[in-house]
């Protein structure tokens, strides 16, 4: 859950992991957010985040924490997240 997702944010901030595999661990927007945010001086270009629960209400609150990251790919499959949410 988001609780452990912003534990494992802290251990990898001064990491060399490049990829993480999250898919299916109850993250919600603002777990993922807070996670991404606590990374932006990290070296993860991949996050694989499908099957949570992250949503429309938390699709541009995400989008804003994505700036400035070194994030070149993020899955957000099987989520209950629209078209209106990504933008």
């Known amino acids: 859950g988001d609780q452990a ?8 901030e001064d990491t060399e992991v490049e990829a993480i595999n999250l898919v299916g661990n109850k993250i919600s927007g603002i777990g993922a957010k807070a996670f991404i945010e606590l990374l932006q001086g990290a070296r993860l270009t991949s996050i694989y985040l499908g099957n949570n ?11 804003v924490a994505l700036q400035g990251s070194q994030l070149t790919y993020l899955n957000l499959i099987i989520n209950p997240l629209s ?5």
């Open 53 to 63: 629960l992250i949503d429309d209400s938390s699709g541009e609150a995400l989008g």
């Open 83 to 87: 078209e209106e949410g990504l933008r």
């Open 5 to 12: 997702l912003y534990n494992l944010g802290e251990y990898l």
